[in-house]
């Protein structure tokens, strides 16, 4: 079964510090992955979503991911945070059928000035 | 943006009262879910449906039904809300249900059952 982790539940970091999320998931076959970003009170919204090909991938605001196979990982990446980047952070994947995904419990991220 | 809304945004409500939440959106996105958000547990799927008047269960679909009469509109009841349904409920679509499809979310219901 497709299952997905996110070990930090909150990280701090100070602005304009780099940042890694991390993301691992279990699944049998090629995955799907994304990673979706929720600001406090809203609903979620896509960063960046990887299928194939190249591993490195560009997200909006300057997210990037990297799809690793033998680590079973897709870490989420940021050179320099700022303060609006502070959200809750949820890594997902799509099901072998292709009509679900599964979230991981999210990392909740705050940024000190 | 998927023009996804839901109402209503906030409810309070007794245990044992029915309560149906409403998701509305204006995309023509074949698949929709229903998600509840927990401490803890992240996302979990209750239900979703894959056309008009075809659903089917997700992960906690006990206590929980769903309906779709139109494509735009997916409907949520609890039949008898219980406390163990304080959560956040989102719903969310996506266009053809293709592992690859992006996930477009609602802003989200939060319930209160005392």
């Known amino acids: 079964a497709q299952s997905v982790t996110q070990p930090d539940i909150h990280i701090t970091v100070s602005e304009g510090a780099s940042l890694e999320l991390r993301c691992n998931y279990s699944y049998g076959a090629t995955p799907y992955l994304f990673w979706y970003v929720q600001s406090p009170g809203q609903g979620l919204q896509l960063l960046l979503k990887?299928?194939?090909?190249?591993?490195l991938v560009q997200g909006i605001k300057g997210f990037e991911a990297e799809f690793k196979r033998s680590q079973s990982s897709f870490n989420l990446r940021k050179p320099s945070v700022h303060w609006s980047d502070a959200a809750e952070y949820f890594c997902?994947?799509?099901?072998?059928?292709?009509?679900?995904?599964?979230f991981g419990t999210g990392t909740s991220l705050t940024v000190i000035p | 943006d998927a023009g996804i809304t839901q109402s209503p945004r906030h409810k309070v409500t007794e245990t044992g009262t029915p309560v149906t939440l409403r998701c509305h959106q204006t995309e023509n996105h074949r698949y929709m879910y229903w998600y509840r958000q927990d401490p803890g547990h992240g996302l979990r799927l209750i239900h979703y449906s894959y056309g008009v008047k075809d659903t089917d269960k997700g992960e906690v679909s006990d206590g929980y039904s769903v309906s779709r009469s139109k494509t735009e509109d997916f409907l949520l009841t609890l039949e008898s809300a219980t406390s163990s349904q304080t959560s956040v409920y989102f719903c969310a679509t996506n266009r053809q249900g293709e592992r690859t499809d992006t996930q477009y979310f609602g802003p989200g219901t939060r319930l209160t059952v005392l």
């Open positions: 990887y299928f194939s090909g190249d591993t």
């Open positions: 997902a994947v799509g099901s072998n059928t292709g009509n679900q995904f599964y």
